[in-house]
């Protein structure tokens, strides 16, 4: 029987202390920076304002066109606007518009004139002197306006009415004196009176401001032949 054969230490390879023929990598104490790729983001940041600058001026170069230009096609428009109407349009409106003319007033006044101012006593005060009663020359002309119909249609002339206002007696009285009429007919002269008196009542004294105690005020009306009388 034989026997095996046994593993001596002698039988292992021995250890070489040699050290190993790898190359040994050592890790950069820093990292490296590339100089390229710091000019490079160099470069965009010093080219941004370029192209922001250039952007505005785009910008304000296309905002200075367009402004003449809206401003130069624009009355054009306005004028093409009015050349489109009719020109029968305007005129038409135009007399459409005017109030058909007033036909000739039936009588004229002249304006109030002071006969005379009178207190009690023999003093006399001139015409000229005498202040104006706005209130009862007012209401004279107007009653002598109001009341035009007392002539007929067909006459045509003139009347004279005097006011004789006492305060007194807080009355107003009317006369027609023959002196500057030319109407005669009794009945168209008198019916007149009676008519521009009816209105004269209405007259307020009080509060009325007066430095005399009676006056009396002239106006001449003049009427005139109504159309188709």
């Excluded at 104490?29 to 952007?55: C, H, K, Y």
């Excluded at 000739?104 to 006593?121: F, H, S």
């Excluded at 107003?172 to 008198?190: A, N």
């Amino acid at each position: 029987m034989s026997d095996s054969p046994s593993n001596t230490p002698s039988d292992v390879p021995p250890q070489s202390d040699a050290p190993s023929s790898r190359p040994m990598t050592i890790p950069p104490s820093e990292p490296r920076t590339s100089r390229g790729s710091f000019a490079t983001i160099e470069a965009q940041l010093d080219d941004r304002p370029v192209r922001v600058q250039m952007v505005v001026a785009l910008v304000l170069g296309l905002v200075l066109v367009a402004i003449p230009l809206y401003l130069w096609r624009r009355p054009r428009a306005e004028v093409a606007a009015v050349s489109l109407r009719t020109p029968d349009a305007g005129p038409a409106e135009t007399a459409a518009d005017e109030p058909p003319p007033e036909a000739p007033a039936r009588v004229t006044v002249t304006p109030p004139q002071t006969l005379a101012c009178q207190d009690p006593g023999p003093k006399k005060t001139p015409a000229d002197k005498c202040d104006h009663l706005e209130a009862v020359e007012t209401a004279l002309t107007k009653a002598i306006e109001e009341s035009a119909s007392c002539v007929p249609d067909a006459q045509s002339g003139t009347i004279v009415f005097v006011a004789d206002v006492s305060f007194k007696k807080k009355s107003i009285g009317v006369l027609v004196p023959r002196d500057g009429r030319s109407i005669k007919t009794s009945s168209v002269y008198m019916g007149c009176q009676q008519a521009v008196k009816a209105k004269m009542v209405q007259v307020p004294f009080d509060g009325m401001a007066h430095e005399h105690a009676r006056y009396k005020i002239k106006v001449v009306a003049t009427y005139a032949k109504k159309a188709g009388g």
